[in-house]
Every structure is written in structure tokens, then in C-alpha cells.
């Protein structure tokens, strides 16, 4: 069963920046659509970003376009998230996730993915 580990969340300044890591266990992730969402609390998950297989697609939530880059490598079975000038409303605890069935597309949506990390936290704050 594909597990997924993410990292590289923490303390930021605003207008700062951090770089997640979500590494998969097996290299059969490279044909998922790999998607990272957040959770505030007392909020619903949200869509972030996400990336097709084969890199065919990518889609940014409209509060972070611009700020934010996914990008993976598949050598290492790994897709980050590099956040850029980083806001309050950025705090959240983060997750990466697997969707098996979406043949070169990705989706902002919850349903839409089988497999999840177990989190990380982002704390954007002064």
C-alpha cells in the first residue's frame, strides 16, 4: 500500500518562505496525480495544488497562485510544494495525497484522492 511522508513544515515569518517534501514508498506514484491540501482549524480541508502524472497538469488554489510551485522528481519519489512570501492565513497543517485514477489530471478536490500523509504543520506568524 502506498504510504506518503511529508516534511519541511514550521515557524516562518510572514513574507518568508518554506519548502515541503511529500516522498512516497513505492515509484508507481509517478503515474498519480499527487495533490497537497490544507486544514486550519475550525476549516475545512482545502485544495492547494496539485500535479498530473507525467507533469501534464498542474492547478493552484486562487489564494495561492503566484506564491506557490509544485513540482516533483521522480528519481526520488517525491513532489514539493515551494511556498513564497508566506501569510498568516497560510498557518495550517498540510497533507499530501495519492489519486490513482486520474490518467494525466489532477483535481483541487478531497474525493478525489485514496491516499494520504499524515501531515505537517505550517505556522506563518511574527
Known amino acids: 500500500q502506498l504510504q506518503l511522508v511529508e516534511s519541511g513544515g514550521g515557524l516562518v515569518q510572514p513574507g518568508g518562505s518554506l519548502r515541503l517534501s511529500c516522498a512516497a514508498s513505492?515509484?508507481?506514484?509517478?503515474?498519480?496525480?499527487i495533490a497537497w491540501f490544507r486544514q486550519a482549524p475550525g476549516k475545512e480541508r482545502e485544495g492547494v495544488s496539485c500535479i498530473s502524472s507525467s507533469d501534464r497538469m498542474t492547478y493552484y488554489g486562487g489564494s495561492v497562485q503566484g506564491r506557490f510551485t509544485i513540482s516533483r522528481d521522480n528519481a526520488k519519489n517525491t513532489v514539493y510544494l515551494q511556498m513564497n512570501n508566506l501569510k498568516p492565513e497560510d498557518t495550517a497543517v498540510y497533507y499530501c495525497a495519492a489519486g490513482t485514477h486520474m490518467y494525466y489530471q489532477c483535481s483541487g478536490a478531497v474525493h478525489e484522492y485514496d491516499y494520504w500523509g499524515q501531515g505537517t504543520q505550517v505556522t506563518v506568524s511574527s
Open positions: 513505492e515509484s508507481t506514484y509517478d503515474y498519480y496525480a
